[in-house]
């Protein structure tokens, strides 16, 4: 009787939890069908002229019953726009008596880097370091700075103040 009491308590709980697993397999399916949907409705958007942009609403047919869309369109003006270039003109590495700022501009030289990760002084900084490291989902590129730098939302990227991830 203990053992039939036990089976029926433990054929509870892996029947719980396989209803619990069908039920989020169900959103996660969702959740990527809907994203699926919203970045193809994006691109469409892409191809038009923005001044025939207007709000707009509707669903993905007959295909997709579940999912529908809604577009609003507004102005959006960056006030603030000189002010962030003056900030970063004055601020930039080629304004700065900064030790790290002197050595990455003399680095450089004649080159014009898109990014940050391309400069010979950053990568040099981070050869040491197993590629794989960059992959950590805690991480996720060697561009996300704050992901390592406990301090670098402050502009200071000293190797006394590094504590990676797992």
Known sequence: MVAMAIIAIALVAVLGSQSQSVSLASEAK???VAAFLAQSKMAEMEFLD?????????????????YRWDMQ????????????SDYLTTNGAENS???QSVKIMRCLGDQVPIRI?????????????????FKRESIGSLAN????????????YDDDAVKIPN
């Not at 400069?119 to 197993?130: A, S």
């Not at 700075?145 to 200071?156: N, Y």
């Open 73 to 84: 369109v507004s102005d959006v003006t960056l006030v603030e726009s000189e002010n962030i």
């Open 50 to 66: 923005p001044d025939d942009l207007t709000p707009d609403a509707g669903d993905f047919g007959e295909d997709f019953p579940d």
């Open 117 to 133: 990760t391309n400069i010979p002084y950053i990568r040099k900084k981070h050869h040491e370091l197993d590629p794989a490291v």
């Open 97 to 99: 008596s900064a030790e």
């Open 145 to 156: 700075c704050t992901a390592c730098h406990i301090t670098a939302e402050k502009g200071i």
């Open 30 to 32: 969702f959740g990527t």
